[in-house]
């Protein structure tokens, strides 16, 4: 044991050691902090790789679609019609790229919704619509979110029984057209807006690197969950009966109900938030979520548990058929699509709590999931 008389000079100089150590170290050495990771850069590959052609390539699919509804009006012919049932398909898929980006110019202001809700909502009110058809009226800017966007159009265009013929007279009407091309009209305006915003919002978006609510960082993560609760929750768990207050499935529920296209939207959507994940698109990758969880203290061990999570619910979607239609197989095939419905919840934690752990980024938004 030290005396109490030599005690003083034994701290002294244990504390100027550790002054020498700390400063002696390099900045470098640091790969297990937050700060060693550059966001700035993340932020950046995001917004010119993945954001803003996620909504340019929205945007493009929504012109078709108007385009195509002109020709339709000027002749309604089943081709026709087809074409159009094709260009709408084409958007929604687009669409489900663009949806976790749901903050800056796609997200609420004012009394406008963000993006998602207002061109997104599902399922939609079939009685809301045909009043709406009916008595003439095409107000876009009401709180009826479930009476317009993409998915009202769905409805519009297909019947859920494939009865093309049905649809077709159905559009032959002039208050059908109008309802029609006011949906379209609507969702091409809420898109350029989002489209033209962004050439002003990325310096904001990009300086913005910190991780406090409110930051583009926090923002961005935000959305990203909030996309994937919305994928298991709604997509999914909503037809499949097992969100609260649900007692038996209800697939009239999914979303592309009425195109039979549900577990394709569900796995576009699913992909993604994928390449949301790793920060990749197609043609190019970059520093993404992956990478910035990869440089903190525990870090790795979860980048690879979520991987394989993720891979597990790859292997799920794909025991689903493309044919019949999600909402069929939820009725002749349930436990597979409930065992979809798990490992999207297994992953849950990952994204959801672990990881907002280990980044610390607070989860700025409630989803009732309880999770």
């Known amino acids: 044991m030290l005396q109490k008389h030599c005690l003083f000079p034994y701290l002294l100089t244990l504390f100027f050691v550790s002054i020498f150590v700390a400063a002696c170290s390099s900045p470098g050495d640091d790969t297990t902090t937050p700060n060693a990771f550059d966001r700035k850069a993340m932020l950046q590959h995001y917004a010119d790789d993945l954001i803003r052609p996620a909504f340019r390539e929205l945007q493009t699919n929504v012109n078709t679609l108007s385009a195509t509804v002109e020709t339709f009006m000027g002749t309604p012919s089943a081709s026709n019609l087809t074409a159009l049932q094709t260009a709408w398909l084409k958007t929604q898929l687009s669409f489900e790229t663009a949806n976790a980006y749901n903050f800056g110019p796609a997200g609420e202001s004012g009394s406008r919704m963000g993006l998602v809700q207002e061109i997104g909502t599902f399922p939609v009110n079939t009685l809301k619509i045909e009043k709406a058809i009916a008595q003439g009226i095409a107000n876009t800017n009401d709180a009826n979110y479930d009476a317009r966007g993409l998915l009202a159009i769905e409805y519009m265009l297909f019947d859920k029984n494939g009865n093309n013929e049905y649809i077709l007279e159905?559009?032959?009407?002039?208050?059908?057209?109008?309802?029609?091309?006011?949906?379209?009209?609507?969702?091409?305006?809420?898109?350029?807006?989002?489209?033209?915003?962004?050439?002003?919002?990325?310096?904001?978006?990009?300086?913005?690197?910190?991780?406090?609510?409110?930051?583009?960082?926090?923002?961005?993560?935000?959305?990203?969950?909030?996309?994937?609760e919305n994928l298991k929750n709604y997509k999914i768990g909503l037809p499949l009966g097992v969100r609260a207050g649900q007692t038996a499935p209800?697939?009239?529920?999914?979303?592309?109900?009425?195109?039979?296209?549900?577990?394709?939207?569900?796995?576009?959507?699913?992909?993604?938030?994928?390449?949301?994940?790793?920060?990749?698109?197609?043609?190019?990758?970059?520093?993404?979520?992956?990478?910035?969880?990869?440089?903190?203290?525990?870090?790795?061990?979860?980048?690879?548990?979520?991987?394989?999570?993720?891979?597990?619910?790859?292997?799920?979607?794909?025991?689903?058929?493309?044919?019949?239609?999600?909402?069929?197989?939820?009725?002749?095939?349930?436990?597979?699509?409930?065992?979809?419905?798990?490992?999207?919840?297994?992953?849950?934690?990952?994204?959801?709590?672990?990881?907002?752990?280990?980044?610390?980024?607070?989860?700025?938004?409630?989803?009732g999931d309880g999770d």
């Open 250 to 367: 209800q697939p009239e529920l999914a979303e592309g109900y009425y195109s039979g296209q549900s577990l394709a939207l569900a796995q576009a959507h699913f992909t993604a938030l994928q390449n949301q994940w790793y920060g990749r698109t197609a043609t190019t990758s970059g520093p993404g979520f992956r990478e910035y969880l990869a440089s903190v203290t525990g870090g790795p061990a979860l980048v690879t548990a979520t991987e394989a999570q993720l891979a597990v619910i790859r292997q799920a979607f794909e025991k689903l058929s493309d044919s019949p239609s999600l909402t069929q197989q939820i009725q002749a095939q349930k436990p597979a699509v409930e065992s979809l419905y798990t490992e999207l919840q297994k992953n849950t934690r990952f994204f959801k709590s672990d990881m907002s752990s280990l980044l610390g980024i607070a989860i700025t938004f409630s989803s």
């Open 170 to 228: 159905g559009l032959e009407t002039a208050s059908r057209q109008v309802y029609l091309k006011k949906l379209v009209t609507n969702v091409k305006e809420r898109v350029d807006e989002v489209v033209t915003g962004w050439d002003s919002y990325v310096t904001t978006f990009v300086s913005s690197d910190g991780t406090e609510a409110g930051s583009s960082t926090s923002e961005l993560y935000n959305e990203f969950i909030r996309s994937y």
